[in-house]
């Protein structure tokens, strides 16, 4: 009977344990770990340093900021000064043709023999205009004997000549015009070329009569 009541113990001991073991593991679980406290002064120098860090970024942005004015205002002006040079670009290009015309007309007197008061006054026409091209920045674009530049001159055609070395300017048909030092008009010209020579053997061509043999 004795080791009958201490087997049947056993199981109620067990179940007692298992019993006091799952009250003590919901406190396990629920044990949190306290926040760390910080102390005033570190606190002060995480705030501090935050403080810096966004006091750079403000910084940054503002040179940026200031940077992006400096730009605009150098445009703005720059731009100001562009339409001040060339506001009368499209005037003073329609008034070339008629200098050129009296260029011509010019160019065709000196060759008479004869003259008279017109011519004069023609010349002094020109030298007016002259003048009022130079005040406004026009100035010729000088294009005879140089070499040709793509940048200023229109190439007509090619001709044949000793005068000029090959690839430069050996006419100009039209005078060309800067503005400002910027293209108002081409200068329409011809481009020099070597001519082309000919070699030309000397002497007769001796022809020997063919002998028989018998």
Request: hydrophobic share 35%; aromatic share 4%; no cysteine.
């Amino acid at each position: 009977m004795g080791k009958k009541t201490k087997k049947q113990q056993e199981p109620e001991m067990t179940a007692t344990e298992d019993l006091s073991n799952k009250e003590q593991a919901p406190e396990a679980q629920e044990t949190v770990e306290e926040p760390v406290t910080l102390s005033l002064e570190e606190q002060l120098n995480i705030e501090l340093l935050q403080a810096r860090e966004e006091m750079k970024r403000n910084q940054d942005l503002y040179l940026r900021a200031m940077a992006d004015m400096d730009n605009l205002r150098k445009r703005t002006q720059r731009e100001k000064e562009d339409l001040a040079k060339f506001a009368n670009e499209n005037i003073l290009r329609d008034i070339l043709p008629v200098i050129d015309n009296l260029e011509r007309a010019v160019e065709h007197a000196d060759q008479r023999p004869e003259k008279g008061g017109l011519l004069e006054g023609v010349q002094m026409t020109l030298a007016q205009f002259a003048q009022v091209l130079t005040r406004f920045g026009v100035e010729p674009v000088i294009s005879l004997g140089l070499p040709f530049d793509p940048a200023v001159h229109q190439a007509m055609g090619q001709l044949e000549t000793d005068e000029y070395p090959a690839n430069t300017v050996a006419q100009e048909m039209q005078k060309g015009y800067l503005l400002n030092d910027r293209l108002l008009r081409p200068a329409l010209v011809m481009v020099a070329k070597a001519p082309i020579v000919s070699e030309k053997k000397g002497g007769k061509n001796e022809h020997t009569p063919a002998t028989d043999k018998n």
